[in-house]
């Protein structure tokens, strides 16, 4: 499984567009980047995911670069809800299985 | 469409007692189930996990087991627990199939006394 590096915090104004960086050198073929977010006592929730280029949604946006060795979250105009800890996982289908660690995430604060 | 239902949301119990946390998912058929525990303040960190029936894999020794009596049904025990038992304990499943993204449930915050 590749391992993934992520800044510990992060703060922001509100309203602002936020991005955050996942480095992953050592990503295989068939390996995809997904984003969860998790708020204080929840299950972290499922955001975006992508194998490469760009992939949008209604709530963010991903960048992958060509050689896939790192990908960017984007945030556009953050609220204080968006308070909250971002993980980066990278990981393939396993010939129908996946087992996946999570690290210690980016803190993002949202500052009125 | 499918859910996951874990339960209980809290739990409070002495060192030394037996635990049981039950996590079920409805709408799918033969998911992969995991079991996370998260410290305070720490990512998370995978327990168990399930490809089907009876089949487990344990990736921290430790004093919890799991077990997987059912498709859909995955839970996590000790016969006694430790105080450094507590934490927040999430259930996940995923589809047997494809790079689709895991889906948790609502979790347990267990404090050993």
């Known amino acids: 499984l590749a391992k993934t590096t992520q800044p510990i915090s992060m703060d922001s104004y509100e309203g602002q567009e936020v991005n955050i960086t996942c480095s992953h050198n050592?990503?295989?073929?068939?390996?995809?980047i997904t984003w969860y977010q998790q708020f204080p006592s929840q299950g972290p929730r499922f955001i975006i995911q992508?194998?490469?280029t760009k992939v949008t949604n209604e709530v963010a946006s991903l960048f992958i670069p060509a050689d896939r060795k790192s990908s960017t979250l984007s945030l556009p105009r953050v609220s204080l809800s968006d308070t909250a800890v971002y993980y980066c996982?990278?990981?393939?289908?396993?010939?129908?299985?996946?087992?996946?660690?999570f690290g210690t995430g980016t803190k993002l604060q949202v500052i009125p | 469409s499918q859910t996951i239902h874990q339960w209980p949301a809290t739990l409070v119990q002495p060192v030394g007692s037996p635990l049981s946390l039950e996590c079920t998912v409805e709408?799918?058929?033969?998911?992969?189930l995991y079991w996370y525990r998260q410290a305070a303040g720490r990512g998370l960190q995978l327990l168990f996990y399930?490809?089907?029936?009876?089949?487990i894999s344990s990736e921290v020794p430790q004093n919890l087991s799991a077990s997987r009596p059912q498709d859909r049904q995955f839970i996590l025990s000790s016969k006694k627990l430790l105080l450094s038992d507590s934490g927040f304990y999430l259930c996940?499943?995923?589809?047997?199939?494809?790079?689709?993204?895991?889906?948790f449930g609502s979790g347990t915050r267990l404090t050993v006394v």
């Open positions: 709408g799918t058929s033969n998911p992969n």
């Open positions: 996982l990278v990981g393939g289908d396993s010939g129908g299985y996946q087992k996946v660690t």
């Open positions: 992508g194998y490469k």
């Open positions: 399930s490809v089907g029936i009876g089949q």
């Open positions: 050592n990503i295989a073929t068939n390996d995809y």
């Open positions: 996940a499943w995923r589809p047997d199939w494809g790079s689709y993204g895991y889906t």
